[in-house]
């Protein structure tokens, strides 16, 4: 597994340590990836420990191997809470934040705390005029911390198995 071309720089909030995967982290992102729970709104669903395993891979010969986009392992207290990314899709015809934390991190604030770092990153480092969000309808929590950080109700996306996806928008505070 190669090193990323442009590095995905080191983040920190005041209690999270947001950094590039190393391959040490497998273990930790199966289990992230693979729980039920986490999974059950994310993409299709919660993944296998297989396919879960093989994304972890794709991390470095894919993302990092040709600089796609930023991927952080996210760490409170040393220790592995959760995953986050940025990156442009055509679904939202922007850059869409993407974060997951163990369900030992739920209710204490750190999603929270991550989403308001990876929008700064979004608006300060890479310049980005807005940032979305897509999250299932049914996902309240997100959808709640989302539009605590500013994000706002943009459209709705109608899935293949009816269920609703939320596209939600933050803007970058107009500069001086």
Do not use: C
């Not at 709104?41 to 991390?59: N, Q, S, W």
């Not at 894919?62 to 760490?75: G, K, P, S």
């Not at 993407?98 to 770092?117: D, F």
């Not at 709705?156 to 009816?162: M, V």
């Amino acid at each position: 597994m190669g090193t990323p071309l442009r590095p995905t720089p080191t983040l920190r909030t005041d209690r999270l340590l947001l950094r590039a995967y190393r391959p040490d982290d497998a273990e930790d992102f199966v289990a992230l990836l693979s729980d039920p729970e986490v999974g059950r709104f994310m993409g299709d669903g919660p993944l296998t420990t297989r396919e879960a395993a093989e994304l972890f891979g794709r991390v470095f010969t894919v993302v990092y191997a040709e600089d796609l986009f930023d991927v952080w392992a996210v760490h409170h207290d040393g220790r592995y809470v959760g995953h986050a990314e940025i990156k442009r899709t055509d679904q939202v015809d922007g850059h869409e934040i993407v974060y997951a934390l163990a369900k030992p991190a739920w209710g204490a604030g750190l999603g929270t705390e991550l989403a308001r770092a990876l929008v700064a990153y979004g608006f300060d480092t890479l310049g980005l005029p807005r940032v979305h969000a897509t999250v299932a309808d049914a996902n309240r929590a997100s959808l709640t911390l989302l539009t605590r950080v500013g994000f706002v109700h943009e459209r709705d996306i109608t899935e293949s198995d009816g269920s609703t996806t939320r596209v939600l928008t933050a803007h970058a505070p107009e500069r001086a």
